[in-house]
């Protein structure tokens, strides 16, 4: 631990948002400003037969009403991650225009953009532009999708299927299924959920004729992606004149990382109308065209031997996709989920199908976890049913499974970089006083309410890397990040970072480590994120990744300081390799000398006493950090929660976790990631839920009204603690903290509910109305 | 039409349509966009500013309906460089990451104050169900404005 790094630094980011200066997109108005507003199909699935534009055009204040017509040439919309089938086929790819011209696919899939002076005209106008539809039948449900008979999505897709993967070795895990002491089986469903950051989308993009520049500024997890698509991908403008800024960004989980249709229609609508275009989705709009999370359905069937210990996993899941692949929704259900399904175990054989098919609903992408929180639930749930059927308490089963030795190849691909499972367990159990339940569940049924325990554990894997091997699996783009550090003259350092935060403060935990590497005060450092005009290259942030960029920022520094240490041979006038840094002072066991960081800066932009052929002056360096592998973070949580029979209703009534995330930058801000984690994860076990309606496939909980968001007064005060095995995979041993929340925390739930109703299982969300039927099962209706 | 208001503590007189809202006449006509619309059903409360004093969802008023009010917004609440104790105890007790709800946090935890005083966290809890935060899990955002409570009867 440094003066900074390790420790509750308060957020140097803090000031602007208390006082209502900071700076999101919808706060942007531009000279001459135009304003979006889309046309969507109120259908989910429908043939366009006439699309009439001319009543809109009357509308007051109407700028121009762009339509596919007008889109003739531009691509559609790419899905970045190619998924092979396993007869080796490519995924296919239902064809996804930026807008509708023939078919719609889910409800509010847009059809059409009017801009206009104001928002209220635009909205206006976009009611008035006619659109006739033939509708079709639909499907909604996963399940259904490839049944025979059903509606079909995309000409030249039979069966609704995009692919039918595997991971792992279905021969080995069908024998040792076959000669297993105990094999338990479990069909259960991940529902699907909608993200809502509390910022909604929104982008305002200029056009530039003079300069043939366009800037666009977009709340979005990655800026540097969207500059290269619009780009080299839409032609909108040439990677060096086209500047993507992503200011102050609301909060993303994931939904904010995909390419979207509306922002690229906006862009070209700059062009057009030759004045910049402003759009801002209103929250019915984000609940139907945020890409949604989660939704499969999956069968597991788990082998064991005679005591307890796992012999093979057998998954068999669908993926809804909704309408079209959306930019890493093939990713998601495979090379996220397959390959976490040894969870924190030895499990000798495992084998994942996923089938991924298409629905007429939104397409499904990244929300907080992608992939893992549905690879831990299967794991975790029927972990639990196993110890039910063989009368073993949940945390022995677990303990008596761990993965003790690290690296761990485990059978489906990922080799865990470090571990301390049984700690996290130990940690866990004490933070929630597991041996003290069996008192307090004596207690609540005095009080008449069932109160039951959950334990789980997880496994996760963030900071995704290597490019090399990601492309092997499919991957379109590199996966490093980058950073450049800049040292001015008089030793203040501004940090252009290709990370991008949206909640997690990197700019107090980047400037935290630059501090205590250079030894200066954390005021004098300056992070610079989400503009391609100031920092050339990056990947943003998803996927917890930010140790990525918090280790090119480490060596970038790192640069610098060797930099420093050969200026500072000349100025000390002793051999370089004697000069050493500590505590932001050059210092040489040869002189008495010494020289501060500032010093050295200032020598080096002064350049006057070093030879400038041999050393350059100035002090900028740069490094983009591609990690050797992914880091795996991991934990064990204890959800306790009272039942009450009389309503169904579910209270969580204690919550602890035990995580471990390695080297922790800022345990401040882990612990707050870890509350909005567990939070979002608690939602999804009780009450967020995405429903359409089965026959017209319309979306039934699109507004806070009709979706269950975590609200503060149905939450309990969190117990957590922390245990540290480094990851070997970055110099600062670092591994991610942003979704294993919402990883651990959907498992844990249900494994209390189930504990408390002595159910082997009930899916997700736990409604008082579900419970209360299990509950009643004699009661009318 | 036009609305006159006193908004943080200045007289402006503003042009209008009979549809503007409230929050749109912060935000659009007087550039004041520390006010979020975070929802279309009012229900999340980002909007949230003090009209007369009292926490109101400025996404749920006309601006016309407070044409001669008294508005505060959370660019109004420090004074002369110095922070609301409701502000400083969001920065200091972590009730924020994204900050988008955060300006409606505050000014709810100001009223909130008005009318229970220093609340324990349950109130706060329940006093918070109208407004939404999708990234701390509202620990945070509970531990700072009962701190803020404290600070604010400790001003007082
Ligand atoms: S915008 Fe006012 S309550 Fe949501
Ligand atoms: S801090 Fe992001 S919504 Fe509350």
């Not at chain 1, 000349?570 to 210092?587: K, M, N, T, W």
């Not at chain 2, 007189?13 to 004041?32: F, G, N, Y």
Request: glycine letters at 10%; charged letters at 20%; aromatic letters at 6%.
């Amino acid at each position: 631990m440094g003066r900074n790094f390790g420790r509750p630094v308060r957020r140097l980011e803090d000031g602007r948002f208390i006082q209502g200066n900071g700076r999101f997109v919808d706060d942007v108005i531009l000279p001459r400003q135009t304003y979006a507003a889309f046309v969507r199909s109120p259908y989910a699935h429908a043939r366009i037969t006439g699309l009439d534009a001319a009543p809109a055009l009357q509308m007051p204040g109407v700028v121009r009403v762009m339509t596919a017509a007008d889109l003739a040439g531009a691509p559609d919309m790419p899905c970045g991650w190619m998924i092979h089938s396993r007869d080796g086929a490519e995924m296919k790819v239902g064809s996804r225009p930026l807008l509708a011209s023939d078919t719609v696919r889910y409800v509010g899939e847009p059809v059409a953009v009017v801009v206009a002076e104001s928002r209220d005209q635009a909205r206006d106008a976009a009611e008035a532009v006619a659109v006739d539809y033939d509708e079709l039948p639909v499907v909604v449900d996963c399940g259904d999708a490839m049944a025979p008979g059903m509606p079909q999505l995309h000409p030249a897709i039979s069966d609704n299927l995009a692919y039918d993967w595997e991971l792992g070795d279905e021969a080995a895990v069908d024998a040792a299924l076959a000669v297993a002491a105990h094999r338990v089986e479990l069909t259960l469903r991940n529902n699907r959920l909608i993200p809502n950051a509390m910022e909604p989308r929104a982008c305002n993009a200029d056009w530039d004729a003079q300069d043939e520049k366009l800037t666009v500024w977009m709340t979005h997890q990655n800026p540097f992606g969207m500059r290269t698509l619009y780009s080299a991908y839409y032609g909108l403008a040439a990677e060096h004149s086209l500047r993507i800024v992503s200011p102050d960004v609301g909060g993303g989980f994931g939904a904010k990382a995909p390419n979207y249709p509306e922002e690229v229609v906006v862009a070209f609508a700059a062009k057009l109308v030759r004045r910049p275009v402003k759009w801002t989705a209103d929250r019915t709009e984000a609940f139907l065209t945020d890409a949604h999370g989660r939704d499969h359905l999956t069968t597991a069937t788990l082998g064991l031997d005679a005591e307890g210990r796992f012999l093979a996993l057998k998954v068999d899941t669908i993926a809804n996709m909704g309408g079209y692949l959306s930019t890493t929704g093939s990713l998601i259900p495979t090379y996220m989920y397959g390959t976490m399904l040894s969870g924190q175990y030895v499990i000798p054989a495992i084998h994942c199908r996923t089938r991924a098919v298409y629905t007429n609903t939104c397409p499904v992408d990244a929300y907080r976890g992608a992939g893992r929180p549905e690879a831990a639930y299967v794991v975790e749930r029927i972990v639990n049913v196993a110890a039910r059927a063989i009368g073993v308490d949940q945390a022995e089963i677990r303990r008596r499974n761990f993965i003790r030795d690290f690296p761990y190849q485990t059978p489906v691909l990922f080799e865990y970089d470090s571990g301390d499972y049984e700690g996290s367990l130990n940690q866990a159990l004490a933070l929630s006083d597991y041996a003290g339940f069996p008192a307090r569940k004596a207690e609540a049924a005095a009080r008449g309410k069932l109160r039951g325990i959950g334990v789980a554990a997880y496994v996760e894997a963030c900071g995704i890397g290597p490019s090399a091997i990601l492309a092997k699996l499919g991957g379109g783009a590199g996966m490093w990040d980058s950073a450049e550090v800049r040292v001015n003259p008089v030793g203040t350092v501004e940090v252009l970072s290709g990370a991008h935060s949206h909640g997690q403060g990197h700019a107090t935990t980047l400037a935290q480590l630059v501090a205590d590497r250079f030894g200066v005060p954390i005021e004098s450092i300056r992070i610079v994120q989400g503009d391609t005009d100031r920092i050339q290259a990056g990947t943003g942030t998803y996927g917890s990744r930010a140790s990525v960029g918090m280790s090119a920022t480490f060596n970038a520094c790192e640069k610098i300081i060797a930099k420093g240490r050969r200026i500072c041979a000349h100025l000390l006038q002793v051999p370089e390799d004697s000069v050493r840094f500590a505590d932001g002072v050059f210092a040489s066991a040869a002189t008495n000398k010494t020289i501060p960081f500032g010093e050295m800066a200032a020598a080096a932009h002064a350049a006057n006493a070093f030879p400038t052929r041999e050393i350059e002056p100035g002090l900028v360096e740069s490094s983009f950090f591609d990690p050797p592998n992914f880091t795996y973070p991991s934990g064990v949580y204890v959800a306790e929660v009272e039942i009450d029979p009389l309503t169904g209703v579910t209270e969580v009534a204690a919550f602890s976790a035990a995580d471990d995330f390695g080297i922790i930058a800022n345990p401040m801000i882990v612990e707050g990631q870890i509350h909005g984690g567990l939070t979002q994860g608690i939602g999804q076990a009780l009450w967020e839920e995405c429903r359409y309606d089965p026959d017209t496939a319309q979306l039934i909980t699109a507004s806070y009204l009709d979706y269950g968001m975590p609200r503060a007064d149905g939450l309990p005060e969190f117990r957590l603690a922390f245990g540290c095995a480094p990851s070997p995979s970055n110099p600062l041993g670092m591994k991610g903290c942003g979704e294993a929340g919402a990883i651990g925390s959907p498992p844990a739930v249900i494994n209390a509910i189930c504990d408390a109703l002595a159910i082997d299982h009930l899916d997700m969300p736990a409604r008082p109305e579900k419970v209360w039927r299990l509950l009643h099962p004699k009661a009318a209706g | 039409m036009t609305v006159a208001l006193r908004v943080n503590g200045e007289d402006v007189r503003i042009d209008v349509t009979d549809r503007t809202l409230l929050i749109h006449a912060l935000r659009d006509h007087l550039r004041l966009t520390g006010a979020h619309m975070g929802c279309d059903t009012s229900q999340c409360g980002a909007c949230t500013v003090l009209v007369d004093g009292v926490a109101v969802k400025s996404c749920a008023m006309l601006a016309g309906q407070a044409d001669g009010c008294e508005v505060v917004t959370i660019e109004g609440l420090a004074r002369d460089g110095a922070l609301h104790p409701m502000q400083a105890a969001f920065a200091e007790h972590h009730g924020l990451q994204c900050g988008f709800c955060t300006p409606g946090m505050i000014m709810l935890g100001i009223d909130l104050v008005r009318r229970r005083g220093a609340a324990d966290e349950a109130t706060v809890r329940s006093e918070l169900a109208g407004n939404l935060c999708r990234c701390t899990g509202y620990q945070n955002i509970v531990k700072a404005i009962a701190a803020g409570a404290r600070d604010m009867a400790g001003a007082a």
